[in-house]
């Protein structure tokens, strides 16, 4: 196995962390592993925030689902869908005007370009997980930056075309997993040439694991008797899922206004 692949296998998300700084040259290294991600149209359809401020950080705390581990990182990452730098460069270069003479539409950015966007976005943030995972830095994406979508607006300036896709604590570990935490089984995720959906006694045999872990000497939990169940109340159904969607639909309006 080489040693990518190895990285690969072994990262775990951290979630504790050393009281201990990233060297500048390591933050760099971090930071150029991300621009280095494939890129659609080689345009670099995002922005990345650092988040340096104490204040900023106890508040995203706050904003994102109540996770205190959040202020004890020492370097955390905003990566921001961003087609306003690129839409402010085409109006800047008068195209509009090109587009009379030329006879052809004149548009603002819409679904496809915001979904484009994040895809740049994700994959430069995953760039610089596995970049620090070298390093031995750990991290953990915190998908609730798409919360509460007008505070953090507010709080980082966003213009329209900007949407925060996904924040990123690193820091060296203070503990670690004794293992990688498991995954499903390759063969429900992994199909040939279409789609397929799975029955029934292949969903049952799909969780099975994952079941038999949680609900090991007890009938139920939280009123749940199975993990589809569990896992609906924990996740799906939560109120941090609700207001995600909400908020995700308040970016997209603003997104979409034109
Ligand atoms: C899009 C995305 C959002 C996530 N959001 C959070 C989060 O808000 N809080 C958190 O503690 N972990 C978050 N995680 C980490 C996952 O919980 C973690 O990847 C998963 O449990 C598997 O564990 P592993 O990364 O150690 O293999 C997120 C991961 C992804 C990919």
């Known amino acids: 196995m080489n040693s990518t692949i190895n990285v690969l296998e072994n990262r775990c998300s951290i979630r504790s962390y050393l009281d201990q700084e990233l060297m ?9 592993a991300a621009y280095r991600a494939p890129t659609a149209g080689n345009m670099m359809l995002y922005s990345i925030i650092e988040v340096e401020s104490k204040q900023i950080k106890e508040k995203l705390v706050e904003t994102c689902d109540n996770q205190p581990f959040i202020k004890k990182a020492p370097f955390v990452l905003i990566f ?26 004149y ?4 679904e496809g370009d915001l979904m484009i966007a994040c895809s740049d976005a994700l994959i430069a943030a995953q760039n610089a ?19 509460n979508y007008e505070v953090h607006r507010e709080m980082f300036d ?9 924040m990123v604590c690193f820091g060296y570990p203070a503990n670690k997993p004794d293992q990688p935490r498991p995954r499903f089984d390759g063969k ?10 799975l029955s029934p006694d292949e969903l049952d045999e799909m969780f099975n694991e994952r079941e038999a872990l949680l609900f090991k000497n007890r009938p139920e939990l939280n009123g749940a008797v199975n993990f589809g ?8 159904g939560a109120d941090f899922s609700q207001e995600m969607s909400r908020s995700v639909r308040a970016a997209m309006a603003r997104w979409l206004e034109h």
């Not at 500048?24 to 150029?32: A, R, S, Y």
């Open 107 to 110: 548009r603002f950015p819409q």
């Open 229 to 236: 169940q569990f896992q609906y109340r924990r996740k799906f």
């Open 158 to 166: 966003l213009p329209p075309y900007v949407f925060p896709i996904a």
């Open 188 to 197: 429900f995720i992994r199909f040939k040439d279409s789609y397929r959906r």
């Open 24 to 32: 500048v040259e390591e933050k760099e290294t971090i930071l150029n």
């Open 80 to 105: 921001l869908a961003d087609y306003q730098r690129w839409f402010d460069y085409y109006q800047h270069s008068q195209v509009e005007e090109f587009c009379q003479q030329q006879g052809i539409p």
């Open 129 to 147: 997980v596995i970049a620090a995972e070298s390093m031995g830095i750990g991290s953990c994406y915190i998908g609730d930056i798409m919360e």
